[in-house]
């Protein structure tokens, strides 16, 4: 008998939806409700597009941005009741009454609002004494948000969330102490909640209509298109066969989906269904192999282009673009893998764990064949994210590309009706593009006008935008290079139940924005905070952290940064610390809160694929995830880690980054070298007997230092902070040499 491996086969893995809807218990709509979500889902889709191209779709009428708002609100708010159960004994099949009951107060209180919201901002009503039945429908949609944070997010963040918002109706009190601020009646308070910018319509539910939208609508197609196969073959290609194989597959794939969806729990139970079966044949235990996963999930939402709502969220607390986000988390983003894939060779090079057999692995000339353009497309969104910096347009068109491309390479024959589709389309997009109101525009404006640029860019996308859509749907009519009707409703399906979840948490994260802006308490909380902490930034930095990892357990990672960017941010601005840097500092910590017990999501949910006990599972990803835990601290101490500049107005020092990069991976080598017992270029350091834990304390101390940059935070330069972990570094390694040398020879 010949000894052949056989060839490990990988299925698409967006098709682990149903596993996703019964670890979330969701229901999944049949029948007339699932055509109500599928229709009104492509609405909000419509409304999206109509609104950040400007297309004018309702003639003779500009919609304001908060009808716009409200109108996502009614299509997509309503269905949180429908497919998220009030109750654990809830029916899974059957709905209730009472949540139909929710669902049509929903709608009906929201596109109430949305009618009366132009007038409201014409007579001030936010501010003023609204008629009584605005106050009702307010009143309405106070009480069933409250509901649809407690079914998306839990109790717990329902009720972290809902003292908050009725604050400014005892704001007053003395017992308040440093947290007294304007008091206002219940009117006045529903009224600011449901009509003002800064509450229900502000910042998390901005970030959705402007943006969101579009980068779910692009994840949601790359994972239909398969590509989650390809980038899961790509990393088994590119790392299987590395020592601890299996695990590095983990962390490289889980990586490269979270660019695509920044889900956390999504990215386990698409990326985990594959690679915690292939770590436990390799021989990770099946707590390890889970922890391993969830670690790797959970940088998901950290991950560019495609990060989580949160990332969204935070461009417009700092003003700025979702762009400028995402090319200050590269820096974190590549630390944070860094640091779990050292880890990982660490713990397999001690426990001698090999990687896989390059037999059973795909290849990666054919995985790069098969999937080229998923690639070239992400590579689209990306130049148009940073170089044409079109952040709210940027996703549709990397879509509509997709989209063309995924039909272009269908096995179907290429017929003579898609021949003709690709000239019509073509033919249109030069029409459209001659005939166009930009273009018009572009040709009047004279040489230097600064927006010469931006006319002939929708001169030419905009046509070129609305020909590849006409490409696909052409092709949609005839010939075999076609997704089906049955594909493009599971599209639209799978978007909005995302969307619904998004509206429910973000809508109720706005009220508590709403009312700290009402009450005015900001300010003196920060001051607060300041004399807390007794102006130490590290202390401030200390007790952030700490309470994001507490709130972090009971809330989302948005909802957690929502509250600390509130809370915190402010007095950590004060300091003189980065703007970014301080609301990254915050992200990633609530984001950390996915792997922490005892309400560890990323941790339960990889532990259910791995068949390993939950709890177990928490604490071994902590001792997995133990080197991201000190990263946040780099890229405050010195803002180039972000990408940022030193001060406002100089230029941002990349070289600089570049340098504290490579410092801080460095150092992270003696951090996992010390955190795991074996350090590279001096083997398993069990070995030097009863010396090993104060070599790999020393190991953990001088790869700290090593890795932490000088300057801002610490009053040492980088040179000297590099001479104090050389000094602690060589007499520890070559200490360990020897000893390990003479435990193997005796």
Known sequence: MTDRATPIVFDDPHQVGPAEAETMRLRTLSGAWRWALVVLTAVTIFLCINQQFALRFFIGFTQLNTEYFYLLIACMLPFTFLIFPGSPKASMTRLPWYDVVLFVSTAAASLFLMLNIRKAAELGWEFGDPPQSIIWAGYVMWAVLMEALRRTGGWSLMLCILPFTVYPLFAGADWLGPLRGTQSTLDQTTAYHVLSTESLLGIPIQAFADVVIGFLVFGTALMMTGAGKFFINLAFALCGTFRGGAAKVGIFASGLLGMMSGSIVSNVLTAGTMTIPAMKRTGFTASYAAAIEACASTGAVLAPPVMGATAFV????????????????????????????????????????????????????????????????????IVMLLYFKRESHAPFYATALLLVLNQWEQPGKWKPINTIALLVAVAATVVMTIRGEAYAKAIELPAGDPGLFDAWMNAVLLPVLGGMLLLVGLNELGGDKRWGLARYVKFLEVNGRTFVELVGILAGCGLLIGAFSLTGVISSLANDLLALAGGNVLLLLVMCAITSLVLGLGLTTTACYIFLAILVGPALEKLGLNKMAVHMFIF?????????????????????????????????????????????????????????????????????????????????????????????GVGDLRGAGPFEWPLRVFLILGGLVMATPGGGLVPISNTIMELLALAILVPTVVAALLLVRRFRAA
């Open 314 to 381: 935070m461009a417009q607390f700092l003003g700025t673009t979702y762009a400028e986000v995402a090319v200050a988390a590269i820096i974190p983003a590549v630390l944070y893998y860094c640091g779990l894939f050292m880890q990982v060779d660490a713990y397999a090079a001690r426990h001698r764990l090999k990687g896989l057999d390059r037999r059973e692995l795909p290849s990666l000339r054919q995985t790069f064949k098969e999937g080229w353009y998923f690639a070239f497309v992400v590579i689209l969104l």
């Open 588 to 680: 990633y910590w609530g984001m950390l809160s996915s792997i922490t017990p005892p309400v560890a999501i990323a941790s339960f949910a990889a532990a259910g694929i791995a068949g390993a006990p939950p709890m177990k599972t928490g604490w071994e990803s902590m001792w997995v995830g133990s080197i991201i835990y000190f990263i946040p601290f780099f890229f405050v101490m010195n803002p180039a880690l972000v990408l940022q500049p030193a001060a406002p107005g100089e230029a941002i020092p990349y070289f600089e980054a570049l340098y504290l990069t490579a410092t801080a991976l460095i150092g992270t080598v003696f951090i996992c070298g010390g955190i795991q017992g074996y350090q590279a």
